[in-house]
């Protein structure tokens, strides 16, 4: 049976490249070595990354004045490594509360300075985006999640600030064109659009860093992984690698433009079926919506249960929503085919139908 | 051509991980889904993550006191994730100085506490391992490198000494049998003998932790990571499991008594072969040799120089010295298979005769 793979991530991977990673490990590009046990430092894994980081930057359309990082640790390092980086103790850093992992990283800002909450929809239970944010001018920096995978909403426009500002794109890079210009430093796990978990992308404007007074640890300076060009230590080649090939899969099927159309068509055709059949509710505010992670509901939880266990039986994978939220959780990262969106639909509406 | 792969690390893996690796790309255990697009929370992933730590705690011989933990960031993480554990401001933590690694890891606790330098053959030029060192009673930890990978040199028999003992075992860890039960916290990189680049083990008594004032980002708390068993965040999921399959294989192939019996007879060849022909000069201190990664000279650059060369056209991967040393390193981890030193010794022999 064909599986559907709807997890929030790690997550589905387009099958060139699994196939690219696979042969990879046998014997990478007719070396006669795997992947898996070439030296970081020998030319072949040099043009890796090299070209891995200039793929971000076409991608992006971004110029040199960014310096491109492959790091470890996830999001949730940079949680911190962003204000250890870039708050000083008396220093505010902005934040907006729009769901659990902002808010996480609002908290992990305490630790290093003052933080300003600068606008939350906590108490809408995080079902919209609250743009109506207030940053004071001294503030460092103001940072959003421009995706909140947990409660599926994302921003689709983008605040102008006189401040730096940050975004966590862990769960929407490359997944649609947006003026990437607009941020100063930006970061995002690759587990869901950008390849597989092990590794995430640090971009960042140079001339914000080398502000704050604190000594900083070694591996945890941007400044030392931007001079040694990734290199600091042994960086997760094969994580690197699979992002190269999801990078340049990216780039073969269009862009971002044409990554940016596919997710809006997925998007479209699940929420309006969601929409047109009673027995859902999609509790996120219209406009925040998300094109990534659909967060619904059954309101009759056995209904809901049930429903569930038929997603499972139909090879629907990861239709479960966050251990925290409930519901149902439908993820459609870059690459997804539409026809599973399609299958998702089609048994939706037979359920819905039968109840 | 048959590559002889003698890498510091990332390093040569054993053929059937490297097959079994590559076909859970494809496809894990027939699931239908890729080792890369599983979720870390599905079941398919914890009993990964729980049979690796088991066979860890299994070849290590250690108890339930030890609890056993896959991290990001390399060693270099771990030289400020222990002080930033375990080192308050006024505390002292002593560190071994006999290799650039541990001076790197003692330089990094300057950040968070009081360095004592219990011994160091920076000296000798890092040619031995200084065993006379002096330990101040009220020292927190004592950190020692149990195989200095650039220089290569290697304690063969553990001090005993009455506070918590450290080890950085980066690149000799399951190597052969050794009283682990020593150490109260261990760490090491995976990508020599424990598998691919992108995860690290740390092994921990939790009983040291909690005893500093600080407060600790959440990401950098061993506790929270033992709390979470490894799932805090979003592990390398694919690193671990190639980590899961080197250890079967070491567990399959006899345990850390074989890996030590086939290291000796490596290291046993290679070091009597190098003594025996004069053109080559290998100034490590006889009792501290490493049975990782000798290193040696030819005293002519040219002719060291010519040597590389030979050595490049015979398909023998990663034998040039680390770069603040110079000359010839042969890197003999435990998927290196004795025809491979048996190769090089051959070719040195066939060269030393021409010159």
Redesign the interface.
Known sequence: ???H?F???????PQEV??Q???A??DFNG????I?????RSSWFVEVIEEAKSLVKELMNIGQEYEVLFL??????Q??QVP?NLLDTNDTGSYCDDGVWGN?AAK?AL?FGKVHIAASSRDKNYTCINKSFDVPSSSKYLHITTNNTVEGTQWHKFPNVSMPLIGDMSSDIFSREIAFDKFDLIYA?A?KNMG????NLVVVKKDILGYVTR?I????DYRNHIEANSL????????IY?ALLTLRWIKKEGGLKEMGKRSLQKANLLYSTIDSLPIFNCPIAKEDRSNMNAVFFIEDENLQNNFLELCKEN?M??VKGYRTVGGIRVSMYNALELSSVEAFCDLAKEFANKN
């Open positions: 049976m064909k599986k793979n997890n929030s991530g790690p997550s589905v991977l699994l196939q990673a696979s042969q490990i046998l070396i006669g070595l795997s898996l046990e070439i030296g970081h470890q640790g996830g999001a949730t390092t949680f911190m250890m996480k992990e630790l796990g587990q597989a978990a092990g590794v000594k640890p070694t591996i945890l600091l230590n042994t960086p997760p080649v094969f994580a699979v090879g994978i990861g």
